[in-house]
């Protein structure tokens, strides 16, 4: 899976990218993440990417002829790079449709996406409209810009590519998993078996397989 993140912050990736399960899917090669700085693309001296809105009002919007020539200076890819194919284009925004786990399952099936992270009062419509093929929203809420939302997807999609977790970790049966039933999962414990007067479920000591799946199957909601 190839993913461009066009952001004006690419320093925020730092940590999130760089640890744990996903800095290993990037070594393994199984997440192929390039950060783009927008910063790049601006005009002039100054390198401005934003400007005031039309209409009036306060906040500052994102420039569409900046915008644009980020993304058009990644698709068509490089000759090198024709095996990613075209990037499916998403646009973080609250306006977006919100995300589930099954989009993240849909979206981890892709071979290329191309993620354009907002900030400020976020982007010019056209650019939306003619350059995006997906809004999504990870929340009814207001962030301050779409890199913790792409930071959320990047993660949410990296568990569902085959060999990123180990089989400890197993995407499999989790919370909305269609082995679950898209229900939330039932609870864990681990050792000691009594904590602090708390005692861990009879049946799940009692080794007994099928009631303890019974147990399971019963504490989903
Ligand atoms: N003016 C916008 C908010 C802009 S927030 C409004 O009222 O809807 C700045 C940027 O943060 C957005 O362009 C978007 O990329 C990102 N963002 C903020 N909240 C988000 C959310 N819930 N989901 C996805 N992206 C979000």
Known sequence: MYIDVLTLFPAMFTGPLTESILARAQDEKKLNITLHDLRKYGLGKYKQIDDSPYGGGAGMVMRPDVVVAAIE??????LSQRERGTAHRIYFSPRGKKLTQSRVEQLAKKKHLLLLCGHYEGVDQRVIDGWIDEEISIGDYVLTGGELPAMVLIDAIARQIPGVLGKEESAHEESFSKALKRKKEYPHYTRPEE?????VPDV???????????WRKKELW
């Open 73 to 78: 200076a990644l698709t068509p890819p490089p």
């Open 195 to 199: 904590f602090r007067g708390m005692k």
């Open 204 to 214: 799940l000591l009692s080794g007994h397989h099928k009631k303890i799946e019974e």
